[in-house]
């Protein structure tokens, strides 16, 4: 079975400090990741997706994440917060087959302050 | 705004009353998911459709739920005789079948929020 595990459930930065929010990964085999944000009272939003292709991945807003299959890691992170990026981030796997289900970790909740 | 929209956003209850929600996808989508939220914890897959055919079923999913998609396009939810456990987050979820990549995006709805008194 897959799964994630998100070693942090609260991060807390100032505005303008790197963003580093951590996710490992159980897998049998090569695993397609994604990383989706939740703001308040809005949908989640896909922010950066890895599917095999290069492992350091460009996401929206500034977001990036390196697939790194020797530490089955796949962090996230972002040069400079800004307090419009404070949100719950959820890593999240799919499982392959004709479902298409995805697998999210528990939630990292991320604050920005001044 | 042509993303997926859900209805009720939030639904209190009592114990024991039946609830039903509404999920409207994105129209061109032949694909659609229901995941459930508890608080502090991340969504967990329901059942999903591919167009009116329910095809996958979580064994989260008890016998006091039901999802049906009649013509392929809006959904319902219904939970009869609820419990408080079942107080969550219900979040929708569509999409274009996976292509040769292997997956296609799955866009969400805002939720409905279910508080069981």
């Known amino acids: 079975a897959q799964s994630v595990t998100q070693l942090d459930s609260h991060v807390s930065v100032s505005e303008g400090t790197p963003v580093l929010l951590r996710c490992n990964y159980s897998?049998?085999?090569?695993?397609?990741l994604f990383w989706y944000v939740q703001h308040p009272n809005k949908g989640l939003q896909l922010l950066l997706k890895?599917?095999?292709?290069?492992?350091l991945v460009k996401g929206i807003n500034g977001f990036e994440a390196e697939f790194k299959k020797s530490e089955t890691s796949f962090h996230l992170t972002k040069p400079s917060a800004h307090m419009s990026d404070a949100a719950e981030y959820f890593c999240v796997v799919i499982h392959t087959g004709t479902a298409s289900k995805l697998t999210f970790g528990t939630g990292t909740r991320l604050q920005v302050t001044l | 705004d042509t993303g997926v929209s859900q209805n009720p956003r939030h639904k209190i209850t009592k114990r024991g009353q039946n609830v039903t929600f509404r999920c409207d996808p994105i129209s061109e989508h032949n694909r659609l998911y229901w995941y459930r939220q508890t608080l502090g914890q991340g969504p967990e897959f329901l059942t999903y459709f591919q167009n009116e055919a329910q095809l996958e079923k979580s064994r989260l999913l008890s016998d006091r739920f039901s999802a049906e998609r009649p013509k392929g396009s809006f959904s319902t939810l219904e939970i009869q005789r609820t419990e408080q456990g079942d107080s969550a987050m219900y979040l929708c979820?569509?999409?274009?079948?996976?292509?040769?990549?292997?997956?296609?995006?799955?866009?969400f709805g805002p939720g409905t929020r279910l508080t069981v008194l």
């Open positions: 979820a569509s999409s274009l079948s996976p292509g040769l990549a292997g997956y296609n995006e799955q866009f």
């Open positions: 890895y599917t095999s292709a290069a492992t």
């Open positions: 897998s049998s085999y090569s695993p397609s």
